[in-house]
């Protein structure tokens, strides 16, 4: 579909034409004339599918066109980093070229002249505010900022947000806003803890999903059938024998990116860690060192598995099995993005991982090759995903279940508006 199909203002599509926006996406299509009708939406779109645009056009076309408050914040948009938020409002600035709406982006930072900036365009009621939860929850402290007449409220990547903890400062924020405030919800992934989200906030929602995307076929994908203890071992021979760069290593818990790091560490590895305890000064240091090249190896949890673009990435893998196959799909997708379009991703599959592993599997309509484990590591358990399927409903709920071959490991896991239409 073509946008001038949607219904949009010419100011809108004027914009988009010198933009050279001529085809809308699927998610675009879908949700565009849902939110100019005034619903709550709840829309699950991975990065790279246009879901911005999908939000902020309407958004833009509803505060030009219609008569909103020109003293008043309108629109809040909730990112989980300081990167979205500077893409989100970078791409406002660009979409709005021929209408004069007013934004302005709000994230931590050291700078006191940011704070001093973000507070005077926020007292006086810029029309869009693209904030990270901490740093417009410490405005909101300080009184700079008003939240009464607010009629759009957006929360980007919600799935990725909650995993960095951000929770209550959701529902502290939430609780600002007014009862006829239109609430949009954008995630890469639908967890139940989404769904619960979105049953606490959205109003009789319509629902748009996009079916995500299978990795390119540059991607080689393999793995190891192992027992948790080999899993390390398995990591230190193919470091041995090729020295890391440009990896990443995703765990599906804090606790276990921690360890796995210290281990690694210890055994003279250049090695960061990225998960949601840091704070977000740490976490742009982590990366900046990372994408500069001054960190060979980063271990992280799903944080940095969606939104964040890092080239050249040679090797992904998977310590453990993630919690879904959006997931599998979003943490290999970190390669095969450089120059040359080629990566490699391995994951490793141990006893109690192979039915999630053969549930990817079946998401993916192929079977992953299965790469030999070196006998000198010892024996490793047969690839048997019905059995382990089996096993694991037959557990009881305290956690008792299949047999791993070996002791547990300790690594766990921008103003007026001047026409109508």
């Not at 982006?105 to 940011?114: A, F, I, N, S």
């Not at 001093?116 to 029309?127: E, N, P, S, T």
């Not at 949890?301 to 969606?306: C, E, L, N, P, S």
């Not at 997708?333 to 450089?338: I, L, S």
Request: charged content about 25%; overall charge neutral; glycine content about 6%.
């Amino acid at each position: 579909m073509k946008f001038d199909e949607l219904p949009l203002g010419d100011a809108i599509l004027d914009g988009l034409d010198f933009m050279n926006f001529r085809e809308a996406t699927p998610i675009q299509e879908q949700t565009i004339p849902i939110i100019l009708e005034g619903r709550d939406v709840i829309a699950c779109a991975q990065t790279g599918t246009g879901k911005t645009a999908a939000y902020v056009l309407p958004i833009l076309d509803k505060l030009f066109y219609d008569d909103y408050p020109q003293d008043a914040i309108n629109a809040i948009i909730m990112a989980p980093t300081r990167e979205l938020a500077q893409q989100i409002d970078q791409q406002i600035e660009g979409f709005s070229y021929f209408v004069s709406v007013s934004s302005v982006p709000v994230y931590g930072g050291t700078d006191g002249v940011l704070w001093d900036q973000q507070k005077k365009g926020l007292q006086m009621g810029a029309d869009i505010v693209i904030a990270t939860p901490g740093r417009l929850i410490s405005h909101l402290k300080c009184e700079n900022i008003d939240l009464s007449r607010v009629s759009f409220f957006v929360l980007d990547e919600a799935d990725r947000m909650l995993d960095m903890g951000f929770h209550d400062d959701i529902m502290q924020i939430y609780k600002f806003l007014p009862q006829t405030c239109q609430v949009i919800m954008f995630s890469a992934t639908m967890p139940p803890k989404i769904k619960l989200l979105a049953q606490n906030i959205l109003k009789n929602p319509a629902e748009v999903k996009i079916a995500i995307s299978r990795p390119p076929e540059s991607i080689m994908q393999t793995a190891y059938v192992c027992y948790e203890p080999q899993k390390l071992a398995i990591i230190k021979d193919l470091f041995r024998r090729a020295k890391p760069q440009r990896v990443i290593i995703f765990s599906s818990s804090k606790a276990k990116v921690k360890d796995l790091a210290a281990t690694l560490r210890r055994l003279k590895f250049n090695v960061s860690e990225m998960h949601s305890d840091l704070e977000q000064s740490q976490r742009e240091e982590v990366m900046r060192d990372f994408k500069a090249g001054k960190t060979d190896i980063l271990v992280a949890t799903d944080v940095v598995a969606r939104g964040i673009d890092i080239n050249d990435i040679r090797l992904v893998i998977n310590f453990d099995i993630p919690h879904d196959p959006e997931d599998y799909v979003h943490r290999i997708g970190r390669t095969a993005r450089g120059t040359n379009g080629e990566g490699l991703a391995i994951t490793f599959v141990g006893p109690d991982e192979q039915a999630s592993f053969k549930h990817i599997e079946d998401f993916l309509g192929k079977e992953v090759y299965k790469i030999p484990v070196d006998p000198s590591f010892g024996a490793v358990p047969t690839y048997a995903p019905q059995q382990h399927e089996h096993r694991r409903k037959a557990t009881s709920p305290h956690g008792k279940g299949a047999k791993t071959g070996g002791k547990a490991t300790n690594y766990h896991r921008r103003g007026h508006r001047e026409s109508k239409r």
